[in-house]
């Protein structure tokens, strides 16, 4: 089913989750693969209507993506969502890949620019190919019948001049098509629902469906502000700093922030809940089994 679809008139709030293809090549990478599926299969009793699978940086996980999108589809059931960048492919490249996820029955995808490589500061586009997601959504819509998502940034996107620029750049790839949007992880929801009164006062109508992450470990944090640049609450950090020589009491933090950070966006009215489960089921299913949406 496609997005617009999928995000139309449901009574429910529509449950997604997005997992990365795991690192490791040969006997090792199968080996991880099978473990997925397994946390896949416990996830898949709360009902997802969507896993979407992301595209490694650089283009680098591009088969690896395509294959799981694939048995996400043909093997769990599920109806899929493969992410996609403009880094490194050229049109002639971008149009061969979209075509080919389109042939295999594949309805969604999520048209991202991508970051710039590790080490770098600006974003270079590849000769005769895109600088921006705009720009890969308007092909994809001109050349396909897929369902294009987008991503949005409650915090800004770190690059944006500033927040209103950002916005208006939000605009154009909704201008060009695009079917939902699906956000960066946030912890403070007074930032999604700032950023989601803001895209509506520019006329933006189409969904807006929070990331959520649940925190479950020290490691993770860190992490977390080094890759999206979220920002995590202080009397949060520093709750889970209190216990961190404790990695059962940081779980449990973890998860019973989410779960009330999660009633409270399901009291604002949202129309999806996109988890970021980092490949495991436990974190979500303790969220999802805590509140009544089933
Ligand atoms: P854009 O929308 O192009 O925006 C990038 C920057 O350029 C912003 O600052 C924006 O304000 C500005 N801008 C946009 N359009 C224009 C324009 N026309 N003119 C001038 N300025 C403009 N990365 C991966 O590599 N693989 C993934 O699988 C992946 N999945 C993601 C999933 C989600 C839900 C999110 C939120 C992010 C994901 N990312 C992924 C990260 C993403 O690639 C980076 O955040 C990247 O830096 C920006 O991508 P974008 O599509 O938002 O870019």
Do not use: W
């Not at 803001?198 to 993770?220: A, F, H, N, W, Y």
């Not at 129309?271 to 970021?276: A, C, I």
Request: hydrophobic share 35%; proline share 5%; aromatic share 10%.
């Amino acid at each position: 089913m496609k997005l617009s679809e999928i995000y139309k008139n449901n009574k429910q709030p529509v449950i997604s989750f997005e997992v990365f293809p795991p690192k490791g090549e040969g006997a090792e990478y199968e080996a991880k693969v099978t473990n997925l599926f397994k946390e896949l299969e416990i996830l898949k009793k709360f009902n997802p209507s969507l896993i979407s699978v992301t595209y490694g940086a650089g283009g680098s996980s591009r088969e690896k993506t395509y294959d799981l999108v694939l048995d996400i589809k043909n093997k769990l059931n599920v109806e899929p969502m493969a992410h996609f960048t403009c880094v490194n492919f050229d049109k002639s490249q971008v149009l061969e890949y979209v075509k080919k996820i389109e042939d295999s029955g594949i309805k969604n995808v999520l048209a991202l620019r991508g970051d710039p490589p590790q080490g770098t500061e600006n974003f270079v586009p590849p000769q005769n190919g895109f600088a921006h997601a705009n720009e890969l959504v308007k092909f994809i819509k001109e050349n396909t019948d897929l369902s294009i998502a987008v991503a949005g940034y409650p915090e800004k996107h770190p690059e944006a001049v500033d927040f209103q620029t950002d916005l208006l750049n939000l605009n154009r790839k909704v201008s060009e098509g695009a079917d939902v949007i699906f956000t960066q992880l946030f912890f403070d929801n007074n930032d999604f629902k700032d950023y989601y009164q803001k895209v509506r006062d520019l006329g933006i109508t189409i969904p807006v469906i929070p990331g959520i992450m649940i925190i479950q470990s020290i490691s993770q944090i860190e992490r977390i502000i080094n890759l999206s640049g979220s920002k995590i609450p202080e009397s949060f950090k520093n709750k889970l700093y209190d216990y961190q020589n404790n990695p059962d009491d940081i779980k449990k933090i973890g998860i019973d922030y989410a779960i009330k950070q999660v009633e409270d966006l399901l009291d604002f009215g949202v129309k999806g809940l996109h988890f970021y489960p980092l490949n495991k089921s436990y974190a979500v299913s303790e969220v999802l089994n805590s509140i009544n949406i089933r």
